[in-house]
């Protein structure tokens, strides 16, 4: 099984890679220490079935979270978490499907890559209650609205599909091919961190991300 190893220090990631290979002679892991790199990895003709990103260098968490919009079936384990509730919920938010602790081993490892696999999560009782916690206090306060930075044309595309435009309509009205204004859609989505114009549309209304800060293209 192909798995990706994304940490950014790749002396870390290939010490982990030697564990999994101690695990099960099966795994065949690679190691990437950016993002970017994971998404390459993951277009390339043998993409990998999980990835494991190292937590304990204090990765950001939005590029993590732009990267599971994007690619949304490839399962990501969180190395090296601190089990407690908040910082459970933060990754869970970013799109991790299941963690290991500091404290676990290569058993743990083992059955955490399986888990993760398989769409499993194993954790306790007491941080199963937390997570349902910090799940309605989120969906209680509400998204805080998201700042973005467009340029001139994403702002104009932007604003037709926050009004319900199709893709040509959009290219009609600006005097654009479809597959340009598609392009532009693509980067909006990304840049504003959400899977669909749908839900695009829905923010808009909602107010759930600011204004777009303008910059020339």
Known sequence: MRIAILSPIRLIGEGIAASLRACDAGFEPQVVCEVRELRALVASPAPPRLAIV???????????????????DLPLLALGIHEQDA??????????????????GLDQLRERVDDAVS???????????????????????????????LTLREAEVADLVSRGLSNKEIARALDLSESTVKH?????????????RFQLVRDARQEAWAPPLLRRA
Do not use: W
């Open 54 to 72: 190292d937590v304990t260098q204090q990765l950001p968490l939005d590029p993590i979270r732009r990267f599971h919009l994007d690619l949304p």
């Open 87 to 104: 910082e459970i919920v933060a990754h869970g938010s970013a799109g991790f499907i299941g963690y290991l602790r500091r404290e676990d």
């Open 184 to 196: 532009h859609v693509h980067s909006i989505l990304g840049k504003i961190g959400v899977p669909s």
């Open 119 to 149: 769409g499993r999560l194993l954790c306790s009782p007491e941080i199963a209650a937390g997570i349902m916690r910090g799940l309605f206090l989120r969906a209680a306060e509400g998204p805080a609205p998201r700042s973005v930075e």
